[in-house]
């Protein structure tokens, strides 16, 4: 990898859940190598309170996190991406926009806490079994040596640690 760090956005439908975790962890765990951003493509315009919640006891940081929508990081002023990764399959199946850089795409498939029924107990406990899935996924992707984020090996070495491998 280069000086700069790698630009990676994660997508997901309401922009509330799955991708925000994804967001602050390898932002958090990433320690400078990543900068991590999240969207959706029909945001919820909030972040799911047990994400926030969880993401707050663990001690990852949750300051700046927001919904958004991916129109942001389409046009001239968006960072380049290197990396898209869809984190819900609605997401993963949706027509994406057309990005100003060519990022690589991936796809995880991760269930969405914020669709959780019942009381609270049942809702906090499905937000935190995601988090433990995606949080392994993230670890994952940082334990990549450095020269696996060489553009023309980026698309292969994600697909070794694609969910399920």
């Not at 969207?39 to 919640?53: D, I, Q």
């Not at 269930?111 to 993230?138: H, L």
């Amino acid at each position: 990898m280069e000086n700069s760090p790698l630009k990676v956005l994660f997508l997901c439908t309401g922009n509330s859940a799955r991708s925000i975790m994804a967001e602050a962890l390898l932002n958090y765990y990433g320690q400078g190598r990543f900068e991590a951003f999240s969207a959706g493509s029909n945001p919820t315009g909030k972040v799911n309170p047990f994400v926030l919640e969880t993401l707050s006891e663990i001690g990852i940081p949750t300051e700046g996190l927001r919904s958004k929508s991916w129109n942001e990081f389409v046009n001239a002023r968006a960072p380049h991406l290197d990396v898209v990764i869809t984190v819900c399959d609605n997401a993963a199946n949706e027509t994406c926009p057309v990005w100003y850089s060519t990022p690589v795409q991936q796809h995880w498939s991760f269930d969405d806490p914020a669709a959780a029924q019942g009381a609270d107990m049942v809702k906090r406990f499905e937000t935190r079994r995601v988090y433990s899935e995606i949080e392994s996924q993230i670890r994952k992707f940082i334990a990549l040596p450095d020269e696996s984020f060489v553009s023309e090996r980026l698309e292969t070495e994600l697909l070794t640690i694609a969910p399920g491998k």
